[in-house]
């Protein structure tokens, strides 16, 4: 949702993380990934603005953060 979100395509992110499209690719398909890759990809997205909503009852999410004036 976020690598949409930002209009992002798979090699893109994947060069913004510092892992390869193919891990991107297994990750958004379900597979497991390491902690370390995980947050390596979340820095990258909170580093483009956005913003990961907790579960609150409608489900987790993404926003784009607020820009302060």
């Known amino acids: 949702m976020a690598r949409a979100a930002l209009g992002w395509g798979v090699r893109e992110l ?5 892992v ?3 891990t991107v690719t297994r990750i958004e398909n379900g597979s497991d990934a390491k902690r370390s890759t995980l947050d ?9 603005g956005i913003e990961f909503i ?11 953060r ?4």
């Open 14 to 18: 994947a060069e913004k993380a510092g």
């Open 66 to 69: 607020e820009r302060k004036a």
């Open 54 to 64: 907790p579960e609150n009852g409608g489900g987790a999410g993404i926003r784009f």
């Open 40 to 48: 390596a990809i979340r820095s990258s997205f909170e580093m483009a």
């Open 20 to 22: 390869t499209a193919n």
